[in-house]
Nanobody, 126 residues
Framework: QVQLAESGGGLVQAGGSLRVTCAAS????????MAWFRQAPGKERQFVAG????????VYADSVKGRFTISRDNAKNTAYLQMNNLKPEDTAVYYC???????????????????WGQGTQVTVSS
């Protein structure tokens, strides 16, 4: 079965950095987009960053541009999100997602992704 395991979340002060990791198992996903979403209490799940099947194209939400970097290692079925200069408004549960089989490009809509991890908590204190 397909499983996505996120790790690397935690508590950090404003201005600090974290790197979250998504390790996929149970399949190969080199032809699919991978993305990170986040959800804060009382809010809808929102797109954060995505990377296309080959890793040559990336897309970021305006709120994280210049601070976050998404990358992937297809040989390891793994995606990463490097988060720098964190702000309290970045506090959320961060979810890894893998796109649909026929779509290798990045989309911001949750409905365009087939698999989801359980999420990892990122808390940024002021």
């Amino acid at each position: 079965q397909v499983q996505l395991a996120e790790s690397g979340g935690g508590l950090v002060q404003a201005g600090g950095s974290l790197r979250v990791t998504c390790a996929a198992s149970g399949g190969t996903f080199s032809s699919r987009a991978m993305a990170w979403f986040r959800q804060a209490p009382g809010k809808e799940r929102q797109f954060v960053a995505g990377i296309n099947w080959s890793g040559v194209a990336t897309v970021y939400a305006d709120s994280v541009k210049g601070r976050f970097t998404i990358s992937r290692d297809n040989a390891k079925n793994t995606a990463y999100l490097q988060m720098n200069n964190l702000k309290p408004e970045d506090t959320a549960v961060y979810y890894c997602a893998i796109g649909q089989s026929y779509y290798g490009s990045v989309y911001s809509q949750t409905r365009m992704y087939d698999y989801w991890g359980q999420g990892t908590q990122v808390t940024v204190s002021s």
